[in-house]
């Protein structure tokens, strides 16, 4: 399994990058994922990172895109509440990008 | 596909076969072109053999050290278990009727995806080890050893084939090449060389009852917020039940349907659907898996993951099953469960308790698709209907390699379609119906690091999207499969932008007249409907 060097500790992760144990995860960590694909953590970035990770921890996996976007909306007003701001943040995809940085591992099955 | 390759790359397809005898080609693992190895706490979950971290990229794949002995071993076994296999292993004559038939040669060129040849992998083995002619004469009877390079040649080729049997439908001997790939990754499973994407869903579903994980409260959750997109939509509010004792039918979907889009659509389009028929149905948080990622690696655990399905038909006590939109979970259906799970005798057989038609084809499997269940409603005029609501759209249908070429359902959803659309027209014929073409991602291919494969194998059907999209002005991609709904809009994404993929019921769905609904403003998707866009 990949091993993520990161502030002099090591940190499992799979294949693509993403965290194995959802403990391992730090906010600097959240940071430098995503320096490593160029994205600056803003706090709109922060809302949706929070809300994946208290999702996860209700529900064990990451949500189903129709709630990220009703629960963003609901956060940060109606008009940030739809796919196209979320794609804007993250633009490779708010259940792949937002989920690595946040630690979550990515669903599988017929998605 | 962000660092792959260009459409324009890729389909510049090279058929030159390359000089050397097959034997003598090395195997090259392109990125882009395999999925990541099993991860080893997913195979100890399922009790698979040598579970243990691997990367396929690796020169050591860490096989136990009689990895040859176990796999002939387990040649040996299923020879003798599976006369189909002996009767595959014998009796190809390499006339080569299934070479340009395959989705991954056509849109690869690599001969060794000819399924002739894929097949000849496992066959060159077979005539070594089981075969006079082959102990004796060797490579002259095209018989080989069974070496390292050999295996990993397997796992390579095995795991680019989605066992959709187009191939089959050509071969005049009818030799099943699935039963082919699935002898080739069950021998594989014995040693521990699953793929992550498809170990990942299998341990899901072994603990949680479903691919994704979905626990019981997420079922729900999600459910719920499909609820409240439905009363935004239509003012409805609809109190689906679970898990309820003495409902008159199960329903149950792939769990795709209840997580990623456009699945949602299709999923709402069911809870619709039921609610203005007012069926006496339940969901099910235990048989929350219609769909069986086991099936991609052995028998006995697609079996095993098969059995909720009638245990929890028969928990609950219901008359019979209906099943959502699924592909590979019809053909396991439709083909399997019987035999391994069945006779289900404390079902009965499925009478639509709208239209009184009995469903005699299932009448030992007790279980129904629901395309035939919503075609019937329809030809007894049951549905209320709108097409005009789908005006937007001009609607090609994408026919699953299983729910067609596995259980020859082609009629159903195109009535359906016809009924709820005024826009609807065909691929050109050789690429439907039996003959459809794969999505290019099916049996657990559709992950997300063998883009290049999937688009590859996406290719041919790709391309009939595009005549007709150039040809009728195309705009959606309707199908009956939860795989297809997520990977074919990969696809079109990437060879013919501007089409969209939908499931069958989430067209039902708009067109659909409830009662007490107010004026509809936009579909499913939260679109405006045609002649609502100024509003």
């Known amino acids: 399994m990949a091993m993520m060097d990161f502030q002099g500790k090591q940190i499992e992760v799979d294949d693509d990058g993403y965290l194995l144990n959802l403990d391992d995860w730090t906010k600097e960590l959240a940071e430098h994922l995503a320096k490593q694909d160029g994205i600056e953590l803003s706090a709109a970035h922060w809302e949706v990172i929070n809300f994946l990770r208290e999702y996860y921890k209700q529900y064990q996996i990451a949500p189903m895109i129709k709630i990220l976007v009703k629960e963003i909306g609901k956060a940060m007003g109606p008009e940030k509440g739809n796919t196209k701001y979320l794609y804007e943040l993250y633009p490779g995809g708010p259940a792949k990008q937002a989920c690595k940085y946040a630690g979550l591992p990515k669903p599988t099955g017929c998605v | 596909m962000a660092k792959g390759p260009t459409p324009e790359e890729l389909s510049n397809i090279d058929y030159t076969p390359p000089p050397k005898e097959w034997m003598d080609v090395p195997t090259v693992f392109k990125p882009g072109t395999f999925c990541w190895g099993a991860k080893g706490k997913n195979l100890q979950i399922l009790e698979f053999p040598n579970a243990r971290d691997w990367t396929p990229v690796e020169e050591d794949w860490k096989l136990p050290e009689n990895w040859q002995e176990i796999l002939l071993e387990g040649m040996k076994e299923r020879l003798g278990k599976y006369r189909s296999f002996q009767l595959f292993m014998d009796i190809c004559v390499r006339c080569g009727a299934c070479a340009d038939k395959c989705h991954f040669f056509v849109g690869g060129g690599d001969p060794k995806n000819m399924p002739v040849l894929r097949a000849e992998l496992l066959r060159s083995v077979y005539r070594k080890h089981f075969t006079t002619a082959g102990k004796m004469l060797g490579k002259v009877a095209g018989a080989r050893e069974l070496t390292l390079d050999v295996l990993k040649e397997w796992w390579y080729y095995f795991f680019q084939c989605t066992e959709c049997r187009r191939c089959s439908l050509f071969c005049p001997y009818g030799i099943d090449q699935a039963e082919i790939t699935m002898m080739g990754r069950e021998l594989l499973n014995l040693i521990g060389l699953n793929t992550d994407w498809i170990s990942g869903p299998v ?34 509010k609809i109190n689906p039940s679970f898990n309820r004792k003495g409902a008159e039918i199960l329903f149950v979907t792939p769990s795709g349907d209840l997580f990623a889009d456009p699945g949602t659509y299709t999923c709402m389009g069911y809870l619709m659907l039921f609610h203005e028929l007012g069926l006496d149905y339940t969901w099910s948080t235990y048989a929350s898996e219609g769909g069986n990622f086991g099936f991609f690696t052995s028998n006995e655990m697609a079996k095993r993951l098969n059995s909720k399905i009638y245990a929890e038909a028969k928990r609950l006590g219901v008359k019979y099953i209906i099943g959502g939109e699924c592909g590979h979970m019809w053909r396991v259906i439709h083909q399997y469960m019987d035999t391994w799970n069945g006779p289900a005798d404390f079902l ?69 379609i016809k009924n709820v659309c005024n826009h609807f027209h065909e691929m050109p014929e050789n690429t439907i119906r039996e003959q459809t073409f794969c999505c ?86 939260g679109e405006p409907l045609p002649g609502k866009e100024g509003n």
């Not at chain 2, 341990?203 to 019981?216: D, F, I, Q, T, V």
């Not at chain 2, 629901?370 to 249908?397: C, M, Q, W």
Request: glycine share 8%.
């Open chain 2, 203 to 236: 341990a899901n579903c072994y603990m949680k009852g479903n691919h994704l994980g979905l626990e019981p409260h997420t079922i729900v959750s999600n459910i719920e917020y499909m609820l409240d997109d439905i009363e935004t939509i239509t003012g409805i």
């Open chain 2, 348 to 416: 009965e057989v499925p009478v639509s308790p709208i239209t009184g038609t009995r469903f005699d084809t299932a009448k030992s499997l007790k279980m129904i698709h629901i395309a035939e269940f919503t075609a019937d409603l329809i030809n007894h005029g049951k549905l209320k209907l709108d097409p005009s609501r789908n005006d937007d759209l001009v609607v090609t249908y994408h026919d699953s390699c299983n729910t067609s070429r596995g259980m020859g359902l082609l009629e159903e959803p195109r009535y359906i």
């Open chain 2, 440 to 525: 290019g991602s099916g049996t657990g291919l559709n992950a997300g690091e063998n883009m290049e494969l999937r688009m590859r194998g996406g290719f041919p059907r790709a391309n009939a999207v595009k005549y007709v999209k150039e040809k009728h002005g195309v705009n959606m991609l309707a199908n009956i499969c939860a795989i297809d709904r997520a990977t074919l809009s990969a696809a079109v994404d990437y060879w013919v932008p501007g089409v969209r993929v939908t499931g069958v019921h989430e067209l039902v769905a708009n067109a659909l007249i409830m009662k007490g609904e107010k004026k509809r403003e936009t579909n499913l998707r």
